[in-house]
């Protein structure tokens, strides 16, 4: 029986030491801004991720692990708290599930930005050409659309 409660207990905090959701030292509430655009990230139901003028609203404030090359959930701090996740080729917003891989993203460092490199797909966040200014998942180049300054809140 100790072996057993030994056994789980080390499976649970092992489960809890690697989360990538956990919130930890390095977690922060951030912006992004685009570095083509100056426009931030955001959310809205009816148009899913963008790029927009910022503001500061908690559409447009993330929780993410900010530390460079660390797998990363990137959490909205507003409405229903989703999480930015790669599906069928797209960014989209789905509930934040510490055993999705597609919601897990790495920021990769440029000069003073960072790429959006998504755990799965392994393309990254760039700002779309189009009248909404929709966020889309494009193969790394380092574009100045697909980089983006990360600003604490």
């Not at 649970?12 to 030491?17: D, E, I, N, Q």
């Not at 009816?46 to 609203?57: E, F, I, K, L, V």
């Not at 797998?71 to 229903?80: E, V």
């Not at 509930?95 to 003073?112: F, I, K, M, Q, R």
Request: aromatic share 8%; glycine share 8%.
């Amino acid at each position: 029986m100790l072996k057993r409660v030994i056994a789980v207990s080390t499976a649970a905090v092992l489960a809890w030491g690697l989360s990538p959701t956990t919130a930890n030292a390095a977690s922060a509430y951030v912006h992004f801004k685009n570095k083509a655009t100056g426009r931030c990230l955001d959310y809205r139901a009816d148009y899913g991720p963008y790029a927009t003028d910022c503001n500061g609203s908690g559409y447009q404030t993330w929780l993410i692990n900010n530390e460079a090359f660390q797998l990363s959930a990137m959490r909205q701090n507003a409405g229903d708290r989703l999480c930015l996740v790669a599906r069928n080729g797209a960014a989209t917003m789905k509930p934040c599930l510490s055993s999705d891989p597609a919601a897990l993203w790495v920021l990769a460092p440029t000069t003073v930005e960072f790429q959006l490199v998504n755990n799965v797909t392994k393309t990254c966040l760039g700002e779309g050409a189009d009248a909404k200014h929709l966020v889309k998942l494009v193969p790394c180049s380092g574009g100045n659309s697909q980089q983006w300054e990360m600003q604490t809140t």
